[in-house]
């Protein structure tokens, strides 16, 4: 590694990327498959042991009202019920659940509402029966009493003078409102030869994996201790706060992580079910499981993705170079708040996409209203930026008259590291070389060709060319930056792994509470080691330890996994080496510095064959006390708490906030799509698409995230949507109305791969996991678009239904 | 007053049982909790994501929408009767070393639909195992290294029938 | 989501069936044949029958054959065996269309064409079909049979003719061998039907078919039950089967509909469907009509 770099503050070493290597970039089988394929997966609802009681929770039919009198004296009476708990009792006995929220006093969020339902839904009372089917038949004799008030839907209504008030504690149902400046927006704005506006409205979409979320809890009435299974982690440094809802010290609390049947954000700290199965047990005495169902979970999981309504205005010169911009949202959150604007920090991360902008004028209003409330989705909200900034620079091209290609192309960022105008930084990059190998897979100007050819028989064809951001690795400032006095100005996101090295000199490693989601933590960590240690990945032994007495850890998420890993896994083992070289110099008589690691042990330089093996160097090291000096002890292991390598502080003023995403990947999108403009169908006739997340661990397991998060936005673009009607009502409630992608939906994609490796990471790797579905919103609107823009018609709203594009189509005179 | 049972006999992986079940057990519950054998997902109870898809005398089901008086006689094959002799089957093995699964909870449901799949049409094209498969949801793979797996898996299922090598 | 406890039986007979239908009748008795549409509901709790009458035992109720001029199904086959029975290919191919867009194919494993038929969910393709092919439907009761005219079996949304004591036993439906088409717009592969539409058509006998003689058109997902475009039928009886003369009659049968919305589609792209589907399906019907000359 090079000296500490002068030119960026606050910057780690740039590193050496020049090794070879002989793990890391193998498309190996991944470690974690064979229980999975052999059906003994082990995920939450495989855990059920005999005489586990079981939860089901009576979920509000309205939007909006207050809970009047709870009759629960029939439940309670019915076959194998063990308790009901209402929303009132569980206030008592919980507290309110963790919020990262601007005002968590006002906007109190409960795991049961207590004097006011707020979605339809929400959970008023929890019954624990011997099992889930009676559970469910108490549920239908438990009697509410309902005043329902008026609703709110609309985010733009919803901040209007009059407005229901979802809490009237806020007085408001605006939870944050702020307008950053960056750069000199009025002189980039003055200086621009034309102002290209839009308004643009994107609705909201959620992860829905197959498995929902579940937990099953434990008390101790002795300790005063609670054990709780769970398919939640991430934000593990913050689980302490879910004990202080459970109302325990945080050292009498365990969660522990179980493998996940997928996540894309949406098990990214969700409590909920772990604080209701937790108070379910202490209340009963017994170990209760509360797992939820599909219909829990759709309308309640608490994890609705980014919900905007832009009003964007790009200032531009007429040869096409941009200048500045300004960005109007409003974000319509639902009932709660629990992660803050922080979904807007993952767009200022990158907010400029890949462009030489050179500022930004960011107002961001959070709408509260009677849904259930934002979480997290692949992307976190900086997916909905790309797709933004994506449609504004195609409607620049197209009224500026240029070549969409050509106008990205020349406003490319060239030179690395570069910091955008919010203060984040991109660590490295090569944007052209991306675009032009994406052009090339997509065979572009064959489409082109075909596109003019088709469309001389009257078939709407459309090329879609997208080029965007994808950062990852997330600094906790993002919670925080928003306030000039924040309550907790938190700045740490760790990432710990240990390893332990046996006396036959095989090795295991510890991860914290990064739970197993669909990410391949243990083939990341097992190819890591291997690379370490020159063992075979197939030799590592993976646990993942439980919350309570586990090192600090942050978990999935903002696509930090991988490269957290690496320089937890990089920390430990230099911890490990530096002990075996000690105990093996000391074994063969020579100084430290004159051995070197190679092939699985340390040698002799000059003289290979005095060595010792790993293996050798344990064994020793674990049984073999007296042969060591006195400060050495026994054993061969290490731990590594690996702090997010590169964040730094916002300016007071707010008008620089910091490195908090400073590894920044990129990709290009080329989606050929057709237009049924009979029925509002759109298919793919091609798609290509090229990502560069630096150096990759294993290029097929990226591959595949790529072509997963791709069919996800291809949801998001064209299928799913939460939609609520006027009464608050949610109306895709079901997998029948909330339509996620069959294999037949999505295409074969054509895949390639550029890295530009980071200069601040272990390996050069980025996080890439969220990439696809940060880039095919914007790329399948972008193709859409082209395909209808001989009709003078351009959709601005996602999801592209068959309905939007038809009433679109009938606005612009063609009946279809 | 406990509630009414029936007794059902049938053969689940080549074993034989014979039960008490409620009518409204549904058969996605009988075989994981009452059989042990809990290879067999939950995604959805209303029969949409075919999550909970086992081979009833051969065919796929969905067993969330299935009650297990429905299978009173009949044979089930879940995952968990796919590999024998500790031997995993070549479709486990093909998911494996085309990753074509992340995740896993899709898994077992998908082996099942691809190995009626196959028994039905031995050598099918990409866009056919596509279509066949398109019963299935798949949240985390894209379902394009699913279908590599399963035209890989198809090519040595073939060739070990015509007693080449795979 | 857990179904509701309920009664159960699984007689061996028709008559112990519909027996058993009329003695638990205060219970809410239902039918359960393969229970794809059922089952569901009743996992949702929107369906809570007191008493459920399995037909799965019950002998003669399976089974295709054709009896001259009619095909007969029996109502518990399952809709795999019609999707790949040859019979049915030959006699009515408009059945093996619909059949095999319904769902997937592992619902179509279990689910029986009498379950759809009974189930009468609007946007569902065999109620189309039935209606299309002019189909009777044989229903037992504990007074006997009686035979229901597809005309008068779809009374409403999820509602037949069929008594709370009368399970449908078998579908007779008139051959109609070539000249078919069975199309529908669905929003996911294989999803339910926002519009579906049924066509039939025979071509003049003499010339090369310039001339459509007869067709029969029926639409699903438009109104409470599968509706017949009588309108557009007669006008293309002895009308010329070209390209204008399927377009008007197809915008014309649209324009007639009131389709209600909802979040998949609103009224005005439901009519819009019709009318594509309308279209499409009838030159389709016709191009195949005259394939087969």
């Not at chain 1, 949801?715 to 997998?735: H, I, K, N, R």
């Not at chain 3, 399976?62 to 790949?84: F, H, Q």
């Not at chain 3, 038929?117 to 299309?132: F, G, I, K, T, Y």
């Not at chain 3, 996911?188 to 058109?217: K, P």
Request: glycine residues 10%; charged residues 20%.
């Amino acid at each position: 590694m090079t000296a500490a770099n002068q030119a960026t503050p606050g910057a780690p070493p740039v590193r050496d990327h020049s090794a070879s290597r002989r793990w890391v970039g193998q498309s190996i089988r991944r470690v974690e498959d064979p229980k999975f394929l052999l059906g003994r997966g082990g995920y939450i609802a495989d855990r059920i042991t005999p005489g586990t009681l079981h939860a089901a929770v009576l979920r509000s039919p309205f939007a909006h009202a207050r809970i009047g009198r709870i009759e629960t004296a029939a439940a309670l009476a019915a076959p194998g019920v063990h308790a009901v708990i209402t929303g009132r009792e569980a206030a008592e006995l919980c507290d309110p659940m963790p919020d990262f929220g601007p005002d968590p006093a006002k906007h109190t969020w409960r795991c049961l509402a207590a004097e006011k339902v707020r979605y339809v839904g929400e959970g008023v009372a929890v019954v624990v029966a011997d099992s889930r089917y009676l559970a469910e038949d108490a549920l239908e004799l438990i009697e509410v009493e309902y005043e329902p008030l008026p609703p709110v839907t609309d985010p733009e209504r919803a901040l209007a003078a009059g407005s229901p008030l979802v809490h009237e504690a806020l007085e408001s149902n605006c939870a944050y409102e702020r307008s950053f400046d960056f750069g000199d927006v009025e002189r980039d704005f003055a200086e621009a030869d034309v102002v290209i506006r839009d308004r643009l409205r994107w609705h909201r979409s959620g992860g829905q994996p197959l498995e929902t979320v579940g937990a099953i809890a434990e008390y101790d009435q002795g300790t005063g201790s609670f054990t709780i299974d769970t398919n939640t982690l991430s934000f593990t440094s913050y689980l302490f706060m879910a004990a202080g809802t459970l109302k325990v010290p945080v050292n009498k609390l365990d969660i522990r992580p179980v493998p996940a049947g997928g996540s894309f954000g949406s098990k990214l700290f969700a409590n909920k079910p772990a604080v209701i199965a937790g108070m379910c047990a202490r209340k009963t005495g017994r170990r209760v499981a509360y797992l939820e169902d599909r219909s829990d979970n759709i309308a309640n999981c608490d994890h609705h993705g980014s919900d905007r309504v832009y009003d964007v205005e790009l200032a531009m010169m007429r040869d096409g170079t941009m200048r500045g911009l300004k960005i109007d949202v409003v974000d319509d959150y639902g009932a709660y708040i629990q992660f803050g604007v922080g979904h807007h920090g993952n767009a200022l991360a990158q907010v400029v996409g890949p462009y030489t902008i050179g500022s930004v004028r960011y107002r961001v209003r959070a709408a509260l209203t009677n849904k259930n409330q934002q979480g997290a989705y692949r992307g976190f909200g900086s997916e909905v930026n790309n797709w933004m900034l994506e449609q504004m620079v195609d409607k620049a091209a197209r009224e500026l008259g240029l070549d969409p290609v050509a106008v990205r192309r020349m406003n490319f960022i060239r030179d690395f590291p570069h910091f955008i105008p919010t203060g984040n930084v991109y660590d490295s990059g090569d944007y052209e070389r991306v675009l032009d190998h994406a052009l090339e897979l997509a065979r572009y100007d064959h489409w082109r060709d075909e596109q003019r050819r088709l469309r001389e028989q009257g078939r709407h064809i459309g090329i879609g060319v997208i080029t965007a951001q994808e950062r990852s690795v997330f600094s906790a400032t993002e919670f925080w930056f928003w306030f000039d006095e924040p309550g907790a100005p938190v700045t740490s996101t760790p990432e710990s792994v240990s390893l332990k090295v046996d006396a036959t000199g095989g090795i295991t490693a510890v991860l914290y509470s990064c739970a197993f989601w669909g990410n391949s933590p243990e083939t990341m960590v097992a190819q890591l080691v291997a690379e370490e240690f020159d063992c075979s990945p197939y030799d590592v032994s993976i646990v993942y330890h439980g919350s309570r007495d586990g090192l600090p850890a942050t978990g999935p998420g903002g696509s930090r996994t991988t490269v957290m890993l690496a320089g937890a896994v990089e920390g430990a083992s230099a911890k490990i080496k530096e002990k075996a070289r000690r105990a093996a110099a000391h074994l063969l008589e020579i100084g430290p510095d004159d051995l070197e690691w190679s092939d699985g042990g340390f040698r002799v330089r000059g003289d290979p064959e005095r060595k010792k093996t790993l293996g050798e160097i344990a064994i020793m090291l674990h049984l073999f006390k007296h042969s060591f000096p006195e400060d050495m002890e026994s054993g061969l292991d290490a731990s590594k708490v690996f702090d997010h390598p590169y964040t730094t502080m916002p300016s007071a003023d707010r008008k620089d906030l910091g490195v908090f995403y400073p590894f920044v990947g990129h990709a290009c999108h080329v989606p050929v799509v057709e237009v049924d403009i009979e029925t509002g169908a759109v298919t793919f006739l091609n798609y290509a698409a090229v990502h560069d997340c630096g150096t990759l661990v294993n290029p097929r397991s990226l591959a595949g995230h790529i072509v997963g998060g791709t069919a996800q936005g291809i949801g998001t673009a064209l299928y799913e949507e939460f939609v609520y009607d006027d009464d608050g009502q949610l109306l895709s409630s079901s997998f029948m109305d909330y339509l996620i992608p069959t294999a037949m939906e999505v295409p074969e994609l054509t895949i390639g791969h550029v890295e530009t490796p980071s200069p601040y990471t272990p390996h050069g790797i980025k996080g890439g996991g969220e990439g696809g579905r940060m880039m095919a919103p914007a790329a399948i609107n972008a193709a859409v678009n082209d395909a209808l823009a001989p009709l003078g018609v351009r959709l601005t709203e996602l999801p592209m239904t068959p309905e939007r594009i038809m009433a679109a189509l009938r606005a612009a005179g063609h009946a279809g | 007053m406990a509630p009414d049972t029936r007794t059902i006999s049938l053969t689940v992986n080549g074993q034989p049982h014979v039960a008490q079940v409620e009518p409204r057990r549904l058969l996605v519950d009988f075989l994981r909790e009452d059989l042990g054998l809990p290879g067999t997902h939950i995604g959805c109870e209303h029969g949409v994501c075919g999550t909970c898809t086992v081979l009833l005398n051969g065919a796929s089901i969905r067993s969330c929408i299935t009650l297990a008086v429905q299978a009173d006689g009949a044979s089930i094959d879940t995952v968990e009767g796919l590999a024998q002799g500790g031997e995993m089957h070549p479709l486990q093995d093909e998911f494996s070393a085309k990753q074509g699964l992340q995740c896993g909870f899709c898994t077992p449901g998908m082996l099942m639909r691809a190995r009626e799949i196959l028994a039905e049409n031995p050598d099918p094209s990409p866009g056919q195992v596509r279509e066949a498969i398109a019963s299935n949801l798949c949240r985390c793979t894209g379902y394009q290294f699913i279908t590599e797996a399963v035209i890989s898996a198809a090519a040595r299922m073939r060739a070990s029938k015509e007693g080449v090598a795979p | 989501m857990k179904p509701p406890p309920f009664a159960y039986a699984a007689p061996d007979t028709v008559e112990e069936a519909v027996g058993l239908l009329a003695e638990h009748a205060d219970a809410e008795p239902r039918v359960l044949a393969g229970g794809q549409s059922l089952i569901p509901l009743m996992n949702f709790r929107l369906a809570k029958p007191g008493y459920l009458v399995d037909l799965r035992n019950v002998a003669g109720l399976s089974g295709i054959r054709r009896e001259g001029d009619v095909l007969v199904i029996g109502a518990m086959t399952k809709m795999a065996e019609v999707e790949r029975s040859p019979e049915v290919a030959v006699a009515a191919p408009l059945v093996t269309e619909a059949v095999g867009l319904v769902a997937h194919a592992p619902v179509r494993n279990s689910g029986t064409v009498g379950g759809s038929l009974a189930h009468a969910d609007p946007a569902a393709e065999l109620p189309a079909v039935a209606l299309a092919l002019d189909a009777d439907l044989v229903a037992a009761g504990p007074g006997g049979t009686r035979v229901i005219p597809a005309a008068e079996f779809f009374t409403g949304p999820y509602s037949t003719a069929l008594a709370a004591d009368e399970i449908l036993t078998e579908i007779r439906l008139p051959v109609w061998p070539g000249g078919h088409a069975f199309t529908e717009f669905s929003r996911v592969h294989a999803n339910f039907a926002v519009v579906a539409v049924a066509a039939l058509v025979e071509l003049d006998g003499d010339g090369d078919g310039d001339r459509i003689r007869r067709a029969a058109l029926a639409l699903a997902g438009v109104a409470p039950t599968p509706v017949r475009a009588t309108a557009a039928e007669r006008a293309l009886a002895g009308a010329p089967a070209d390209v204008a003369t399927i377009r008007a009659a197809a915008a014309a049968a649209a324009t007639s509909l009131s389709p209600a919305g909802d979040l998949h589609a609103s009224p005005e792209t439901r009519r819009g469907l019709a009318r594509t589907y309308l279209r499409r399906g009838i030159e389709l019907a016709v191009a195949r009509a005259r394939n087969e000359r």
